[in-house]
T-cell receptor
């Protein structure tokens, strides 16, 4: 029933590790996004895919690599995790690349120790 | 954050009206959204307004837009304890990338 789902909900890991966060939407939307919310609650766009094609790629370290196996899934892989990567990562989707009415997942809280 | 500004905190009593303000810089914004984030949860789309409108009412929610001053507000009538959350203003620019730019959020605390 969940429109946009993410796994895991919590992720605690050590510096230097590699981890992935998964996102799935069952809304039939063409476009998916990854946002990062820092400790001060600022939300910033990281990436966006439309029909498996990257359309937004903000200034994000290349340790972050999104992967979209199909338009219902957008995963985020992070290499060599750093303390500053600790944040809540939100996945979102919208009908198309125009980005109206974005629907958000519950978030993944990543803690790097 | 710096392109969209909101006050960080608002406290009201249950039953009162709440007004959450937002200023933004992108004059190309055609759609302006309000999202609600409850503790430990994702963002819930509350309402939005088109830039050619001054006001939109949706049950207890009223959105006012002053496009000239780039000022957006969200009024919640008869505020309830369940309205306690962080409210984000998010204009959608119409040039370049079609992404939302979020403010820092306003934490609304409703006192019983």
């Amino acid at each position: 029933d969940t429109a946009v789902s993410q796994t895991p909900k919590y992720l605690v890991t050590q510096m230097g590790n590699d981890k992935s966060i998964k996102c799935e939407q069952n809304l039939g939307h063409d476009t998916m996004y990854w946002y990062k919310q820092d400790s001060k609650k600022f939300l910033k766009i990281m990436f966006s895919y439309n029909n498996k094609e990257l359309i937004i790629n903000e200034t994000v370290p290349n340790r972050f690599s999104p992967k979209s196996p199909d338009k219902a899934h957008l995963n985020l892989h992070i290499n060599s995790l750093e303390l500053g990567d600790s944040a809540v990562y939100f996945c979102a989707s919208s009908q198309d690349a125009e980005g109206y009415e974005q629907y958000f997942g519950p978030g993944t809280r990543l803690t790097v120790t | 954050g710096e392109d969209v500004e909101q006050s960080l905190f608002l406290s009201v009593r249950e039953g009162d009206s709440s007004v959450i303000n937002c200023t933004y810089t992108d004059s190309s914004s055609t759609y302006l959204y309000w999202y609600k984030q409850e503790p430990g949860a994702g963002l819930q789309l509350l309402t939005y307004i088109f830039s050619n409108m001054d006001m939109k009412q949706d049950q207890r929610l009223t959105v006012l837009l002053n496009k000239k001053d780039k000022h957006l507000s969200l009024r919640i009538a008869d505020t309830q304890t369940g309205d306690s959350a962080i409210y984000f203003c998010a204009p959608r620019g119409d040039t370049g990338r079609r992404a939302l730019t979020f403010g820092s959020g306003t934490r609304l605390q409703v006192q019983p």
